[in-house]
């Protein structure tokens, strides 16, 4: 049984450990030099940067961070519930955190951007199917099934930028 378990938490500790090496990250070190690269704390970007604009509105810009903050608090939630085998209250959490409720439907639908807010509408869908996957209890599909919701995080920060 402590074998089990043992697996299990490596299993998660791995897939923590793959979305930590795969997010995109920022220097630490403020920057600001003749290339013109500026630091992520003063909220200006490289001239290099190849990332796309959405071009919000100062407001709406704070609205769509905060959104995206909620979404990784709730992936760490699922991470710690599914360690703790509670797998019914991870489903719980994919649905109404990162579902695609009316809710988020209706604000991916408000971008103008085609491509973001159809990697929006995916990265919702995944999440409910991230839900249904949790329900079977089964370790294995339902990490899949996260690295599949988190891969389109993944797409789009790599994509996008506020």
Do not use: W
């Not at 001239?47 to 760490?76: C, F, T, W, Y």
């Not at 509670?86 to 489903?91: K, L, M």
């Amino acid at each position: 049984m402590c074998i089990k378990i043992f697996i299990k938490q490596v299993s998660i500790l791995s897939v923590m450990l793959f979305f930590v090496g795969t997010a995109p990250v920022s220097s630490a070190a403020d920057k600001s030099d003749s290339t013109g690269e500026m630091t992520h704390h003063n909220m200006k970007h490289s001239i290099n940067d190849g990332r796309v604009s959405l071009g919000l509105s100062p407001a709406m810009k704070q609205h769509q961070l905060s959104n995206m903050r909620s979404h990784l608090e709730a992936v760490q939630t699922i991470i710690s519930l599914m360690a703790e085998e509670e797998f019914d209250d991870a489903s719980k959490i994919a649905y109404s955190k990162l579902g695609l409720t009316d809710e988020m439907k209706q604000m991916c639908n408000m971008f103008d951007n085609e491509n973001f807010k159809n990697l929006g509408l995916e990265f919702h869908k995944s999440g409910d199917a991230l839900g249904e996957t949790l329900k079977t209890k089964d370790m294995n599909k339902s990490l899949r099934a996260l690295h599949t919701t988190m891969g389109y995080c993944v797409q789009c920060h790599a994509a996008f930028r506020q």
